[in-house]
């Protein structure tokens, strides 16, 4: 028996993972919290981990904690992924996120499986926790997005949480919405590629 032919396809512009959360006023449509947080296997500036979030600072009641920019152990990624994915995405763009360079970040990353997944960002002065929790599925979502065909293990939780130097963002995650199902959703094997 012979194996098939590979496909091979070009133009890849980053590989790795790609959770979000966003938090709503509860009870409302109003946004108080994105965080996108980004794990590159592979990209053409190199490996690493870049955050970019963005939180009301009195809807959160994180106050004067509040963050908003981007965090990043490689600081090309994070230029690299705000000027390629999020510069035209209505939904981050005009808060605020690329007005300062990045801010070197560690971050560390634990899993309980179906019941949670917890990424720590730290700098000098500040650590930011990003905790999904209740996985509700798992399913492959590909899209095609302006400029990209995208793919990804999509894996929407049922809940999420925020915290800054250890006070909770105030905030509820919506469901069902987008692609994943869910505000809070881990994505893992993402994959965008040029078309």
């Known amino acids: 028996?012979?194996?098939?032919?590979p496909v091979i396809q070009r133009?890849?512009?980053?590989?790795?993972?790609?959770?979000?959360?966003?938090?709503?006023?509860p009870g409302s449509d109003d946004l108080v919290l994105l965080a996108s947080m980004w794990k590159a296997t592979y990209s053409p500036v190199g490996p690493g981990r870049a955050l970019l979030i963005w939180a009301d600072p009195t809807a959160t009641g994180l106050g004067a904690a509040s963050p908003t920019g981007m965090y990043a152990d490689n600081p090309a990624l994070a230029q690299y992924v705000w000027e390629h994915f999020y510069r035209d995405y209505d939904?981050?763009?005009?808060?605020?996120?690329?007005?300062?360079?990045p801010v070197p970040a560690r971050f560390t990353e634990v899993s309980g499986g179906d019941l949670f997944h917890r990424i720590t960002c730290v700098t000098t002065t500040t650590t930011i926790e990003l905790e999904w929790r209740d996985v509700l599925d798992t399913f492959q979502v590909q899209t095609r997005l302006t400029g990209y065909e995208t793919s990804a293990i999509a894996r929407p939780c049922a809940g999420a949480d925020?915290?800054?130097n250890g006070v909770p963002a105030h905030g509820e995650v919506h469901q069902p919405e987008g692609w994943f199902g869910s505000s809070a959703a881990l994505a893992f094997a993402e994959t965008w590629r040029e078309i």
């Open 1 to 5: 028996m012979s194996l098939p032919e």
């Open 11 to 25: 133009g890849i512009a980053i590989a790795g993972e790609n959770p979000m959360i966003v938090l709503y006023r």
């Open 91 to 101: 939904t981050i763009r005009g808060r605020g996120i690329e007005a300062r360079p």
């Open 162 to 164: 925020v915290r800054v």
